[in-house]
């Protein structure tokens, strides 16, 4: 795939296995992360050892100049995107009371604004790809309320409006040939010293509520994302798939 894929939040976690899935002789990579510089390095150096190109950026998604200048980069260092995984996000508990509008505020300025922003910026680029495609990760809080006695009405609002962009973004681009989808995961095992919303305990505990007796891996997340960007997927589009061991089933 000569593909340029540019991935946000992919220092750790689910966008540094996709990164991983995707990296292979001759692919070409944007690599971002808000701040873990080092973490994103080491990764890059670690897909470069195995043949890909790997470019990296720095910068806070919530700041409009983010985005644009993330497809700024793609453009210098490669000519042009081709696809887009929309990782980045961060998840947040809370409760009606103690939640704010400026909570709700933050989390649409990281997660759905912030989509917006990097679509515009990199729409004649994928307008004219002959392998345009767009991913964004989404959440089962964007579908479940209170699953395992969670709250996260914050995330789960910008979460929703990630899908619901994703979906009209999917028609507009339907005719270029481009597809938009979703992965919605369920609970997904946290890379060391990443960050997380939900104690090592009650993740262990999802499992329990979970049909298939697990929680995630980032690598299970990874191989849905790398079918949807793939050639075989270009029949699927606007649609939500769920990585979540059958959570919302019950």
């Known amino acids: 795939m000569d593909a340029v894929l540019l991935i946000t939040g992919a220092a750790t976690g689910i966008g540094a296995a996709i990164a991983r899935r995707m990296a292979q002789p001759g692919a070409r990579l944007v690599l971002h ?29 919530a700041d409009p100049a983010t985005a644009p200048a993330l497809v700024e980069t ?9 696809g887009i995984v929309s990782n980045a996000g961060r998840a947040q508990r809370g ?46 809080v964007a579908h479940g309320f209170g699953t395992n006695g969670l709250h996260y009405p914050v995330s789960g609002a910008a979460k929703a409006a990630l899908e619901a962009l994703a979906k009209s973004l ?20 946290k890379d060391s010293g990443g960050h997380t919303a939900t104690s090592s305990a009650t993740m ?40 979540d061991g059958g959570l919302l089933l019950p």
């Open 33 to 61: 992360t808000g701040r873990n510089a080092a973490g994103l390095e080491a990764l890059a150096g670690e897909l470069r050892a195995t043949g890909a190109q790997v470019a990296t950026a720095l910068g806070d998604l």
């Open 204 to 243: 262990e505990s999802a499992a329990a509520i979970t049909p298939t007796g697990r929680i995630g891996e980032p690598a299970d997340v990874a191989e849905t994302a790398a079918f949807l960007l793939s050639p075989a997927a270009r029949q699927i589009t606007g649609q939500v798939i769920h990585v």
């Open 95 to 140: 409760n009606f009371g103690t939640i704010t509008p400026a909570d709700l505020e933050a989390a649409f300025a990281m997660m759905p604004v912030a989509f917006l922003r990097l679509i515009n910026a990199a729409l004649p680029d994928l307008t004219t790809s002959r392998q345009g495609r767009v991913v964004a990760i989404s959440s089962f």
């Open 170 to 189: 999917a028609v507009q681009l339907g005719p270029h040939g481009v597809t938009v989808n979703c992965i919605a995961p369920g609970f997904v095992r």
């Open 74 to 82: 793609a453009h210098e260092a490669f000519g042009r995107v081709d």
